[in-house]
């Protein structure tokens, strides 16, 4: 194999059985991680769970209390910040107010072995790329948040550091702009090819961004997968619930892949647990995971259901839905619009849908009120 490509399949990060205390408290337990090559990748968690504490130690700024980080292939676990190989970019812009933009930029390039000219170059090319080619000349007073934002990008990117971090870098930006910049960041991150681990609490953000997403719970690793398998087979109830909206259902384990919810018996294919005969059991179903049109008398679980209450957001719709043959319980569901109009689902209206029990988790009762 060539060297090349034996660099290329190095990890570019390995995090090795951390461990962080804070005196009596435990922010990190028995995290192990492994980063790869030019990924993207999110620690998703509610305030707390320790997301920021890990990058922090990535970074240096914090010192672990076990374990260990390599960088390609290198331990780094005991060296300074100041001797990483990394970029940050934070919440709080942190550009120096008394720069111009192109100073800021050039920040880290002016104590190197650069020429003036190379700099000057090194910061347009930066400029350009963070759609700011005319900035340079500018104090950061005189840029919006979001543009602030795209120069701590380019200034984390000057020296072509091996990583990339980002703690909550859209969180102090409004909606329009943090969606916007989103896909400026993911765009930027891609063309450059840096592997690049981002802190947040927004899972709509950790969806849209991540090659991957590490899910993060009181200290510990809930679950690392991509969007799609964290979203469609959360390892957890944490995570189910974390990570997009969810229905619960109480129900029953009859023995296998059978489970009794009210008056149905469901055959769930994605459970993957051991259930006792008769344990109590929570099933979680996507807000999506119902079928409404088409329906005939032999459809799988199909049933009817009575409209509670429907909410209005738009081209999307969530309905609130209550049905005997589920012994009472209570759905959301989304429908589009259209399939609003063209069911004619509104409040007080019963209405027949099937459950795609196909796509059903189930989980211990238990494990989802630990
Ligand atoms: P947030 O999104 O609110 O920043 P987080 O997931 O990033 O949350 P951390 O900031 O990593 O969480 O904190 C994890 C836990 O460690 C929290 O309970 C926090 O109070 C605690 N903690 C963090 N830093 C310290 C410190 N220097 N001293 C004591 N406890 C700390």
Same mark, same amino acid.
């Given at each position: 194999m060539l060297a090349g490509a034996l660099d290329q399949a190095a990890p570019a990060l390995e995090i090795k059985g951390i461990h962080k205390n804070f005196e009596n408290f435990? @922010? %990190?337990?028995d995290i192990d991680l492994t980063v790869r090559q030019g990924e993207m990748l999110c620690f998703l *968690?509610?305030?707390?769970?320790g997301k920021t504490t890990l990058l922090r130690i990535i970074a240096g700024l914090e010192t672990q209390t076990s374990g260990s980080i390599v960088q390609s292939g290198r331990?780094?676990?005991?060296?300074p910040a100041s001797e990483r190989d990394y970029g940050i970019v934070f919440q709080?812009? @942190? %550009?120096?107010?008394?720069?111009t933009i192109a100073e800021n930029v050039a920040y880290g390039l002016?104590? *190197?072995?650069?020429?003036k000219a190379e700099i000057q170059a090194r910061v347009a090319e930066l400029l350009a790329m963070a759609g700011l080619?005319?900035?340079?000349?500018?104090?950061?007073?005189?840029?919006s948040g979001g543009q602030q934002q795209r120069v701590a990008l380019a200034r984390a990117l000057a020296t072509n550091p091996g990583l990339l971090l980002l703690d909550?870098?859209?969180?102090?930006?409004?909606a329009t702009v943090r969606v916007r910049l989103r896909a400026e960041i993911r765009r930027l991150q891609k063309q450059v090819g840096i592997t690049t681990i981002m802190v947040t609490h927004d899972q709509e953000e950790a969806l849209s961004m991540s090659d991957r997403i590490v899910v993060m719970n009181h200290g510990v690793i809930e679950q690392v997968g991509t969007p799609m398998e964290i979203y469609e087979?959360?390892?957890?109830p944490f995570v189910a619930n974390f990570v997009g909206k969810v229905n619960v259902l109480r129900g029953q384990a009859l023995g296998g892949k059978r489970f009794r919810v009210g008056k149905m018996e469901i055959e769930c294919e994605a459970s993957e647990g051991s259930f006792r005969l008769g344990e109590d059991v929570s099933l979680y179903l996507r807000p999506e995971d119902r079928v409404a049109e088409?329906?005939?008398?032999?459809?799988?679980y199909r049933l009817g259901v009575l409209v509670n209450k429907v909410e209005f957001l738009g081209g999307l719709c969530i309905a609130e839905v209550s049905a005997e043959a589920l012994g009472g319980q209570s759905l959301g569901l989304h429908f589009s619009l259209n399939q609003m109009h063209d069911l004619g689902i509104c409040e007080g209206r019963r209405i027949d849908i099937a459950l795609r029990a196909s796509r059903i988790r189930v989980f211990s009762t238990g494990r989802d009120q630990a």
């Open positions: 435990s @922010a %990190l337990r *968690g509610p305030s707390g769970c331990d780094i676990s005991w060296l709080s812009y @942190a %550009l120096f107010p008394n720069l002016v104590n *190197g072995k650069m020429r080619p005319t900035a340079g000349g500018k104090y950061p007073s005189q840029l909550e870098p859209l969180s102090a930006l409004d087979r959360p390892a957890s088409h329906l005939e008398a032999g459809t799988p």
